[in-house]
């Protein structure tokens, strides 16, 4: 399943037309979605809400930030922020290279025995690509670095589909060795 997620992401960046009318890919937008994530190991379900945002500083250089805050069986809570920088280079007209780095601070918190928090720092590299006037999809890989937890790669894919210029909806699915995670959004997006 992963590997047909991965290779149909691909194939579909791959075919990214230059002669799509709309303006470049932006960075400067606000989301705010549902979130909804799975611990295999565990067998433990999550959700919750997540806002993230960016800003496009320059043509190549972005800031960003989100914060997730998701409930877990047993009443469990975990909440994430991450803030960070981004380089975008264009590949094609409509195909960017990224490359981020980022600051991250998770919490649990579990009744009984108190909360533990944990921080580290994330390195990203991924795709964002315009299919149509219409659609964007995006891909790639993040290793974080955790204190204490350890590290991991994410493998992530998403599509947001545009209403008008400035309006989307769309999805994200994010997966490692610990589990799934998905997100359904609504973004703004004032850089256009």
Known sequence: MRKAITAATIA????VSSAYAQ?????SFLELGYV???IDDL???GNGFGLR???AFTDTFHGFASYTDQDYDFNVGVSQFEVGAGMNWELTPKLDFVGTLSYLDASIDVPGFGSVDDNGLALGAGVRGLVTEVLELRGGLKYVDFDDAGSDTTFGVG???YFTKQFAL???IDFNDDG????????FDFGK
């Not at 303006?23 to 960075?27: I, K, N, P, W």
Request: no cysteine; hydrophobic share 25%.
């Open 170 to 172: 769309g999805g994200d």
């Open 43 to 45: 067998d433990v379900d």
């Open 180 to 187: 799934t995670s998905y997100t359904l959004g609504a973004r």
């Open 53 to 55: 945002g960016s800003y």
């Open 12 to 15: 579909a960046l791959g075919l």
């Open 159 to 161: 599509a947001r589909y």
């Open 36 to 38: 909804s994530s799975e």
């Open 23 to 27: 303006d470049d890919l932006s960075y």
